[in-house]
């Protein structure tokens, strides 16, 4: 095992002091154990609530029976001749602001060339203090393979069959690959937690599991603050339109979730508000059967130097976490557009952006939204940075027929029953957003006069209603023509 041997390097290496980030602390200590018998090295676990025992070879180094404080545990470490590996599990609390526990770590460190111990501090999330640094190293476990993914879903799908003789597991082998693909990132015990949530909820393996695990996986890795996890990620069905987008996204969809080197980076949509950018983006992450991870610009900034950074910075990382996802950035001229009122916030969070875009490995596709191209730099709109920039236009006709059954059929009416060629003609320049709400407008009204919904009542609120296109005609024309000649038409 690679991990055995990491470990097993740095002990050879003289680290005295060893961070071990995980959630998995039962491997840890299995790892510790191995390392320990191979070394033929003393092995003790230190617990707030346990004390310093003993759990391989050695000396019991504790002279009573009730458990050590953080300082005690490190003097018992400190006074005791043998050579051993001592584990402090949950040790993250006693370090910030404990000058003596600081002290001590060090004091064992200095130490080690005479007593050879070696302190492995496990913990979800550690921050080693400067002092500590220079005599300390970060070992980082490895997450199960596909393979070892895989073996996990077959083991729970064998220990459901045992149990349900009369009933076996309904699956289909495409939507079993992604529910391996969608474990990616966790450890070996959180896997196999969902994994048997997903088959024990119904006995069956299919896409609807998808959003549910995807849900539960963002939990687990403790993403809140600036990233969201969006559920309903609406299907390219739900979609009227964007046939060009449509056909660019599933000719990428092996490539980006393979073991290629090459893998698409993403994709910036412009367009007129209410085109369909942001629904899009959700289609997107619902076609590949993703999680879709929405970045909230606004709530990065922070008002202290350096920390809206720090939160870019983080949900980034965390994205990858969550790989492969999909990750939304709506709007996102809001948080990068430059400006020399924000004291080069602004430039700062768009460096952090392209650097990452440039450096990422994992498969974490961005799609990014934007009303004002003008706001936008020209860093971020040149060549390479996304893999196209496409135009979400204003619906044609067509797309304004498609747009008009798919609202009626979301709310349970019969399109056919509608005159749809009518309605289309009459919502000219009409967004898909405003054909909805014209739809909506019009259920309120037949309500109120307790009639059924109908052509008439629907197209009579198209044609009280002005449209952006309208209301903002030279802006919404400009960027039109900026996009003939600059962009894609997803259309």
């Given at each position: 095992?690679?991990?055995?041997?990491?470990?097993?390097?740095?002990?050879?290496?003289?680290?005295?002091?060893?961070?071990?980030?995980?959630?998995?602390?039962?491997?840890?200590?299995?790892?510790?154990?191995?390392?320990?018998?191979?070394?033929?090295?003393?092995?003790?676990?230190?617990?707030?609530?346990?004390?310093?025992?003993?759990?391989?070879?050695?000396?019991?180094?504790?002279?009573?029976?009730?458990p050590e404080s953080p300082a005690e545990a490190l003097r018992l470490i400190r006074r005791h001749g043998q050579a051993a590996l001592y584990a402090l599990c949950d040790f993250h609390p006693y370090l910030p602001n404990q000058p003596e526990h600081v002290r001590l770590l060090k004091e064992i460190a200095i130490a080690y060339p005479q007593k050879r111990h070696t302190v492995v501090l496990i913990s979800h999330e550690l921050e080693i203090p400067p002092?500590?640094?220079?005599?300390?190293?970060?070992?980082?476990?490895?997450?199960?393979?596909?393979?070892?993914?895989?073996?996990i879903v077959r083991d729970e799908v064998a220990a459901w069959s045992k149990e349900h003789p009369q009933k076996p597991i309904q699956s289909d082998a495409a939507v079993v690959r992604k529910l391996v693909r969608n474990l990616r990132g966790l450890t070996e015990h959180d896997a196999r937690r969902l994994a048997r949530s997903a088959i024990r909820d119904d006995g069956v393996i299919d896409a609807g599991d998808l959003p549910a695990l995807n849900r539960a996986k963002f939990e687990l890795l403790d993403m809140g603050g600036v990233l969201s996890f969006e559920l309903d990620t609406a299907r390219f069905s739900e979609v009227g339109g964007l046939d060009n987008l449509k056909r660019w996204v599933s000719a990428r969809e092996q490539a980006l979730l393979g073991n290629g080197r090459d893998k698409p980076k993403g994709v910036l949509l412009l367009g007129v508000q209410g085109g369909g950018k942001s629904l899009a983006a959700k289609a997107i992450a619902g076609l590949w059967g993703l999680p879709l991870l929405r970045l909230d610009m606004g709530a990065l900034y922070n008002k202290y130097i350096g920390e809206t950074e720090k939160n870019l910075r983080k949900a980034l990382e965390q994205a990858e976490l969550m790989a492969p996802c999909v990750m939304w950035l709506d709007e996102i001229e809001?948080?990068?557009?430059?400006?020399?009122?924000?004291?080069?916030?602004?430039?700062?969070?768009?460096?952090?952006?392209?650097?990452?875009m440039a450096e990422r490995a994992g498969a974490v596709f961005m799609v990014a939204t934007a009303n004002d191209v003008s706001a936008l730099p020209a860093e971020l709109l040149r060549k390479g940075r996304f893999d196209e920039?496409?135009?979400?236009?204003?619906?044609?006709?067509?797309?304004?027929?498609?747009?008009?059954?798919?609202?009626?059929?979301?709310?349970?009416?019969?399109?056919?029953?509608?005159?749809?060629?009518?309605?289309?003609?009459?919502?000219?320049?009409?967004?898909g957003a405003e054909i909805e709400q014209g739809i909506v407008a019009a259920l309120y009204g037949c309500s109120a006069r307790r009639e059924p919904l109908s052509s008439e009542a629907i197209g009579h609120e198209i044609q009280n209603t002005f449209p952006l296109a309208v209301t903002m005609a030279e802006k919404v024309d400009a960027l039109r023509d900026w996009a003939r000649e600059r962009a894609v038409p997803a259309d």
């Open positions: 095992m690679q991990e055995v041997n990491d470990l097993a390097l740095l002990i050879d290496s003289q680290v005295p002091i060893i961070v071990l980030e995980t959630y998995d602390e039962p491997r840890a200590l299995q790892l510790l154990t191995r390392v320990a018998v191979q070394r033929q090295l003393g092995y003790y676990c230190w617990s707030i609530t346990e004390g310093l025992n003993r759990l391989g070879f050695g000396e019991d180094p504790s002279p009573t029976q009730e002092e500590l640094k220079r005599y300390s190293a970060r070992l980082k476990l490895a997450l199960p393979t596909d393979a070892q993914l895989l073996s809001k948080g990068i557009a430059v400006s020399d009122q924000d004291e080069g916030i602004s430039r700062r969070l768009l460096g952090t952006l392209l650097t990452w920039i496409f135009f979400v236009d204003l619906p044609d006709r067509d797309a304004r027929r498609e747009i008009f059954a798919i609202h009626l059929r979301s709310r349970n009416f019969d399109p056919t029953r509608f005159d749809l060629e009518k309605l289309a003609t009459q919502a000219e320049r009409f967004s």
